[in-house]
T-cell receptor
Framework: DQQVKQNSPSLSVQEGRISILNCDYTNSMFDYFLWYKKYPAEGPTFLISISSIKDKNEDGRFTVFLNKSAKHLSLHIVPSQPGDSAVYFCAAGPYGKLTFGQGTILTVHP | DVKVTQSSRYLVKRTGEKVFLECVQDMDHENMFWYRQDPGLGLRLIYFSYDVKMKEKGDIPEGYSVSREKKERFSLILESASTNQTSMYLC???????????????FGAGSRLTVL
């Protein structure tokens, strides 16, 4: 039973445009959400997080939106850069062990 | 910066062999985790440990065991490797299970295991 789902395996975007990555979850006990980025042959690195008491969190070019009623979160990258090309994983949990989605491969074309 | 070091980046083993994957973190984190990453399945939790000698099963513990004799070291053991355990294995650590924001995982670079 996949409790965290990223339904888009891949996304292709032009440099300078917005990238929107989506994630859905089913467990209403989840109250902390994170996005990780992973380059090939490297471990995932933490990007941005949001707790369930907020609906938006920004860090530079990255913004995460949380819609609790829809059990949906999204990551916006503006403007997208070629160096953003990577696999993006969303993750959710109560404090403690995280459940990850399947990942979305983002390709940003120059 | 926290460093999580996985001793082997690439391993090739034969079916039935015993395999040890070692992980060391250098920032005195309480918690350590083993995940495996497979295409289309994302990262799945195998085992985690919140203290020395303590361990808890994750979502896919079958065929694996773990050992945490020291706070900084967390080992994943495949008692008898099988081809369906060919995967990327990722170790991670976090400061605390209780503090908001402190449960951000820091990952190692991964160990790519191929079982023939």
């Amino acid at each position: 039973d996949q409790q965290v789902k990223q339904n888009s395996p891949s996304l292709s975007v032009q440099e300078g445009r917005i990238s929107i990555l989506n994630c859905d979850y089913t467990n209403s006990m989840f109250d902390y959400f994170l996005w990780y980025k992973k380059y090939p042959a490297e471990g995932p690195t933490f990007l941005i997080s949001i707790s369930s008491i907020k609906d938006k969190n920004e860090d530079g070019r990255f913004t995460v939106f949380l819609n609790k009623s829809a059990k949906h979160l999204s990551l916006h990258i503006v403007p997208s850069q070629p160096g953003d090309s990577a696999v993006y994983f969303c993750a959710a949990g109560p404090y403690g062990k995280l459940t990850f989605g399947q990942g979305t491969i983002l390709t940003v074309h120059p | 910066d926290v460093k999580v070091t996985q001793s082997s980046r690439y391993l090739v083993k034969r079916t039935g062999e015993k395999v040890f994957l070692e992980c060391v973190q250098d920032m005195d984190h309480e918690n350590m985790f083993w995940y495996r990453q497979d295409p289309g399945l994302g990262l799945r939790l195998i085992y985690f440990s919140y203290d020395v000698k303590m361990k808890e099963k994750g979502d896919i513990p079958e065929g694996y065991s773990v050992s945490r004799e020291k706070k900084e070291r967390f080992s994943l053991i495949l008692e008898s490797a099988s081809t369906n355990q060919t995967s990327m294995y990722l170790c991670a650590s976090s400061l605390s299970l209780q503090l908001p924001g402190a449960n951000v995982l820091t990952f190692g670079a991964g160990s790519r295991l191929t079982v023939l």
